[in-house]
């Protein structure tokens, strides 16, 4: 099992921006894909961006344009860039190992003026 812990939520304005942080245990990190997902109050988890061992992503399109999933396997951590947020991106945000299923305990992230 890999140990997940995000961090990098908070409340900020519409377009504001936000980085949050994943970072995980275990040597076997770099050669396994890695995701964000979100839920809203009252909403199914949602995936928001996956990044693969070798680098490639793929984003859902409500957050195309505007988040950057990226990790250095170095530091066995993965981050997502969050620019000009809206409202709707109100949720807890959980990263998640792939290849494990496993789950960090999440991290609120609340956009509102």
């Known amino acids: 099992q890999v140990q997940l812990v995000e961090s990098g939520g908070g409340s900020v304005q519409p377009g504001g921006s936000l980085r949050l942080s994943c970072a995980a245990s275990?040597?076997?990190?770099?050669?396994?894909?890695m995701g964000w997902h979100r839920q809203a109050p009252g909403k199914q988890r949602e995936l928001v961006a996956t990044?693969?061992?070798?680098?490639?992503?793929t984003y859902a399109d409500s957050v195309k344009g505007r988040f950057t999933i990226s990790r250095d396997n170095d530091k066995n951590t993965v981050y997502l860039q969050m620019n000009s947020l809206k409202p709707e991106d109100t949720a807890v945000y959980y990263c998640?190992?792939?290849?494990?299923?496993?789950w960090g305990q999440g991290t609120q992230v609340t956009i509102s003026s």
């Open positions: 998640r190992h792939n290849r494990s299923d496993s």
């Open positions: 275990g040597s076997l990190f770099r050669f396994y894909s």
């Open positions: 990044i693969t061992g070798g680098g490639s992503t």
